[in-house]
DNA sequence: GAATCGTGAATTGCATGCAAGATTTCACTT
DNA sequence: AAGTGAAATCTTGCATGCAATTCACGATTC
């Protein structure tokens, strides 16, 4: 065994929040998960100290810890920030991508219009991850990468379906397109202009799926 | 009391570390960190689970905790990374301040020139600080914000005799007047590029200094 | 009948104890 | 004398136990 049980916990945890398996509120028992992973409450604990600085969760001392529950306010300021750093990475990838890098932006993107074209919803989404996470290496910056990683993964659970809304993954290429165009012709204006329009994009696309699902629940 | 023993510990540890008590590299102990509080192992662990996920610390497994050693390089990133963040927030908070914060940014910049004119070192760096965190809020993003103050705090021991340089007073506050211009105007294009030169210029300031002292160290 | 106070249970916070891995030291070999 | 090996020691990781605080429920009073 590589980590400790701490380490392991707190991925296993953490996972399991972005799944859903511990919705925004639910109260995190320190013996229930000491039972639920067959070890005592001080790795637990040091777990969930390990996740409240990370956001995932609150600690109220002497109270216990929940899952945190990020309100519409908060999850919209988490978009806006998540697509200012996207596109401040792909400014900077623009200035300082070398070009290996370049070309293997090329090469993803062109992969991802096949993709795109035969509908093949699993490729993209993978591919699509892998495209945004080239542009943060792009960026020559391990503090912002790091940062983009944690808030894309972060956000994750509110974009997964995102793909599956009828006509999105051709839309989805033609905005990429326009970012790896900017960013292969070192247009740092325009990769910072156009990741931002495509990252809002996904934004509204979430926030008409939740409106969708709201008006269906309501039917 | 308020908070727990491990919070009040990862506080003050954080402290010390940024004020240089515990260098670099330097190995921490539980047992001597224990003693030195007067608590136990179990919160000086949890205390430093927490740090270590702040990047501040580096635990490995099995082998303890040291301060994490930032190399030149990656020095060099969290500036970047530092600027471009400022440069964002000053852009959104040029789209988005209210009245109030805007007219309360320009009260404290101009409290801030009359500063400089007296050469008032301590007041300015003060007022500093405010000015920034003025414009974190104006943004208003809590993400952004959160993450500028904690870059900026980690930054902070790289930039404290910044201003005792001779002279930066006078420019420091000119490049200020560009950036609060530029977001008084709603000037959002011009904010970001005023914020990038201005913490781009700090930073310049601060490896004068490192290869000044550098310098004298070798002579 | 509602509100408040008190008591009990439950949960968190911290200390201690023990086992496993890592580091150091010392002896032995080449 | 230097390098390798093993044993001793030290440190971390985890389990358990106890004290303190909080929450819940019920009794009592207005």
Same mark, same amino acid.
Request: a negative charge; one cysteine or more.
């Given at each position: 065994?590589?980590?400790?049980?701490?380490?392991?916990l707190?991925?296993d945890?953490?996972?399991a929040i972005?799944e859903?398996?511990f919705?925004?509120g639910?109260?995190l028992?320190?013996?229930?998960?000491?039972?639920?992973y067959?070890?005592?409450r001080t $790795?637990v604990? /040091?777990?969930?100290?390990?996740?409240?600085?990370t956001?995932?969760?609150?600690?109220?001392?002497?109270?216990?810890?929940?899952?945190?529950?990020v309100?519409?306010?908060?999850?919209?300021?988490?978009?806006?920030?998540?697509?200012?750093? /996207?596109?401040t990475?792909?400014r900077?990838?623009?200035?300082?991508?070398?070009?290996?890098e370049?070309?293997?932006?090329?090469?993803?993107?062109?992969?991802?219009? /096949?993709m795109?074209?035969?509908?093949?919803?699993?490729?993209?989404t993978?591919?699509?991850?892998?495209?945004?996470?080239?542009?943060?290496?792009?960026?020559?910056?391990?503090?912002?990468?790091?940062w983009?990683?944690?808030?894309?993964r972060?956000l994750s $659970?509110?974009?997964?379906?995102?793909?599956?809304?009828?006509?999105?993954?051709?839309?989805?290429h033609?905005?990429?397109?326009a970012?790896?165009?900017?960013?292969?012709?070192?247009?740092?204006?325009?990769?910072?202009?156009?990741?931002?329009?495509?990252?809002?994009r996904v /934004?509204?696309?979430?926030?008409?799926?939740?409106?969708?699902?709201?008006?269906?629940a309501s039917?």
């Open positions: 065994m590589s980590g400790t049980a701490a380490d392991k707190a991925d945890l953490a996972r972005i859903g398996v919705p925004p639910a109260r028992d320190e013996q229930q998960l000491a039972q639920r067959a070890v005592s $790795p604990r /040091e777990a969930l100290r390990q996740l409240a600085t956001g995932l969760i609150e600690v109220r001392p002497r109270r216990g810890a929940i899952v945190t529950q309100t519409p306010a908060q999850l919209e300021e988490l978009f806006v920030a998540m697509a200012e750093l /996207e596109a990475c792909a900077l990838a623009a200035l300082s991508m070398a070009p290996t370049r070309r293997r932006l090329q090469d993803l993107h062109e992969t991802m219009g /096949e795109a074209a035969a509908n093949d919803v699993a490729g993209f993978d591919a699509n991850q892998a495209l945004h996470t080239l542009i943060y290496a792009g960026a020559h910056n391990v503090v912002l990468a790091d983009a990683a944690a808030t894309r972060r $659970p509110f974009r997964r379906a995102q793909f599956r809304v009828e006509g999105r993954l051709p839309k989805s033609s905005e990429h397109d970012v790896v165009r900017a960013i292969l012709q070192a247009d740092a204006h325009a990769a910072h202009a156009a990741m931002l329009h495509h990252v809002t /934004e509204r696309s979430f926030e008409e799926l939740c409106a969708e699902s709201a008006a269906s039917a």
